[in-house]
Structures are given as C-alpha cells and as structure tokens.
C-alpha cells in the first residue's frame, strides 16, 4: 500500500549505491522504489547532519575571524594614533627622520648595488664553496637587517599625518 500523501523523491542512478551493493547494476525493475528509499533516509540523514555541523563551524571560525580583524585593526588605529601625536609634539623631530630616511635610502641603494655586483663576480664560487657564501652573507647580513630596520622606523616617524589633521604649508 502505497502513500498518496509523501510522494517518494525519485534519486538518479548515481545515487543508488546504498550499503556497497551497486543497484544499477541490477535489472531495472528488480528493486523497487519503495525497498530504495527506507535504505537511504539514514544516509541522507547522516549528510544533513553533517553539512549542519559544517555549516555551523564555518559560521564560528566567520566570527572569529571578525573578532580577530577588529582586535587587530583596534591596535592599528591605536598606534596610527600615537604616531600622529608623536608628530604633532615633534613636528622638527619628524622632518629630521624624513631626511635622515632619504639619505639611508640612497645608501642602501649603494649598498644593495655592491652587494649584487659581488654576487655577479663571485656566482661560481658561491655556489661550488660553502665558505664563501658564508662569508658574504656575515658580510653584508647584519649591516643589511639593521639597516632595514633604521629605515622603516624612520619612514613611520617621518611620514605624513593623517588626512584628518592639518599638514604643513610650504
């Protein structure tokens, strides 16, 4: 006896391998909807489930990651702020790191220049001795990091205010 009241959704053939038994490989006819259906509810089921859950792990990491953005870009407006104070209370100090900023800048230019060319000089070497490398990158690896980090604290301490405060006239 059939239930006119929930007609039983009809699945394509890819669909049917239910418990490791291949039904298109059965003759058509020779299962019918009726015996398809109560072996798949479970597994449907199953899947709802486990989409829901998926569905609901991915909506947490989603807040977390917003939680993570807001704390991050609070810090970043706090310290953007700080800055511009430190600007505003040093406005002299700040032209002087501008500056100094551009000369080491032309510095590490002539410095990455020479450091190049005696890779280009020495290639061959470098790369049959270890030594050599070794003594290039003690060398030119510490001056090079430090250099580095002079010259992005003074572009932070040398660059412009923000837009909301008012900039200097030439």
Same mark, same amino acid.
């Given at each position: 006896? =059939?239930?006119?009241?929930?007609?039983?959704? =009809?699945?394509? /053939? @890819?669909? @049917?391998?239910?418990?490791?038994?291949?039904?298109? &490989?059965?003759?058509?006819?020779? @299962? $019918?909807? &009726?015996?398809?259906?109560? &072996?798949? #509810?479970?597994?449907?089921? /199953? !899947?709802?489930?486990?989409?829901?859950?998926? *569905? #609901?792990?991915?909506?947490?990491?989603?807040?977390?990651? /917003?939680?993570?953005?807001?704390?991050? @870009? &609070? #810090? !970043?407006?706090?310290? !953007? !702020?700080?800055? $511009?104070?430190?600007k505003r209370a040093n406005p002299h100090l700040a032209r002087y790191c501008r500056k100094a900023a551009e000369i080491l800048s032309r510095v590490q230019n002539e410095f990455l220049s020479s450091l190049t060319r005696e890779i280009h000089e020495q290639g061959d070497s470098l790369l049959e001795g270890e030594f050599l490398l =070794?003594? *290039?990158?003690?060398?030119?690896?510490?001056?090079?990091?430090h250099l580095n980090g002079l010259l992005q604290m003074l572009s932070q301490l040398s660059s412009a205010s923000n837009p909301t405060s008012p900039s200097p006239s030439p």
């Open positions: 006896m =059939t239930d006119k009241r929930h007609p039983r959704p =009809t699945y394509p /053939e @890819s669909f @049917s391998m239910v418990h490791g038994t291949d039904r298109a &490989a059965e003759p058509h006819g020779a @299962s $019918s909807e &009726a015996d398809d259906w109560p &072996a798949l #509810a479970p597994l449907l089921l /199953e !899947q709802t489930q486990l989409l829901r859950q998926l *569905l #609901a792990a991915q909506d947490r990491q989603n807040e977390l990651l /917003e939680e993570l953005v807001g704390q991050i @870009s &609070a #810090a !970043q407006r706090q310290r !953007q !702020q700080e800055l $511009s104070q430190w =070794t003594e *290039l990158i003690d060398r030119f690896g510490p001056r090079m990091i």
